[in-house]
């Protein structure tokens, strides 16, 4: 595929992405989710810094919209971030958040933004800076990985707001920290450090502040560099080693390392 034409089909799913935005929220709403393409990297910026990006209703529809077009995509590789000095401090409890709204019939699917952004193709990070609580930690936790500012600090907050919790935390946060740690923070929900995240294994790399969000776009611009193909089935063999036993997953296994590395047409560099 020669370069003019590659750039024509990002033109395209660009505009397929801003249309599914303007369709959800209606002409002339704000927008609460931004998306912006860097070559092959989406990032994805929850957009609310007056309220600290704080969670509503229309933010986890916009997410939702956004995440579904970019997996249909030809991105490689989905940065989430947060707008301003924090990543997210949870649900908005002051402003916009409309619990009357709050129907599984209309919010059902839009929970299913951390289902995407822990099973679509992309490899999808986490860029954390200031808060990170609530629904916000479980879209954080649904990533393939989590880097974080020295300055983060960490709540899952659920049950202080007298609620059981959403958008997955519980089930990423007991792959990512294990059953008694994740039990320990979801029971007893003090706030924590980006260091102790770090010692946990939730975090994996720490940056400061003031360099975070240019260090990790430029880490993902590298993973970008990566052969397309490749890094999706690298990612399929991660999901199918959360599932499957091991006979099962090493005869998949090796079927995609079989076909990567013959000349395949899948395989754009």
């Not at 808060?131 to 899952?156: E, K, L, N, P, Q």
Request: charged letters at 20%; a neutral charge.
């Amino acid at each position: 595929m020669g370069a003019g034409i590659r750039n024509v089909c990002k033109n395209v799913i660009l505009n397929v992405e801003i249309k599914v935005l303007v369709g959800r929220m209606g002409m002339g709403a704000v927008s609460e989710v931004t998306v912006q393409r860097q070559g092959a990297v989406a990032v994805v910026t929850l957009d609310r810094p007056t309220r600290r990006n704080g969670v509503t209703i229309g933010m986890c529809e916009q997410l939702y919209d956004a995440l579904r077009a970019i997996a249909a995509g030809d991105a490689r590789v989905v940065v989430l971030r947060g707008a301003g000095g924090d990543f997210s401090v949870g649900a908005d409890l002051g402003g916009g958040h409309d619990t009357e709204q709050a129907t599984l019939q209309r919010l059902g699917p839009s929970y299913h933004a951390a289902t995407l952004l822990h099973t679509m193709p992309q490899i999808t990070i986490a860029a954390i800076d200031g808060g990170c609580a609530g629904a916000a930690m479980g879209w954080a936790c649904a990533c393939d990985f989590r880097w974080s500012s020295t300055r983060a600090r960490f709540r899952t907050a659920f049950l202080d707001v007298g609620v059981s919790g959403d958008m997955g935390l519980a089930w990423s946060l007991t792959r990512a920290v294990g059953g008694g740690r994740a039990r320990e923070l979801l029971l007893f929900p003090e706030k924590f450090t980006a260091a102790q995240a770090r010692e946990q294994g939730l975090v994996t790399r720490l940056f400061d502040p003031e360099t975070l969000h240019e260090e990790v776009l430029a880490l993902a611009g590298a993973l970008a560099e990566r052969p397309a193909f490749v890094l999706r089935m690298m990612k399929a063999n991660i999901l199918s080693a959360e599932t499957l036993a091991l006979a099962e997953y090493v005869d998949i296994e090796s079927a995609r390392h079989l076909h990567t590395v013959t000349d395949s047409p899948l395989w754009d560099r």
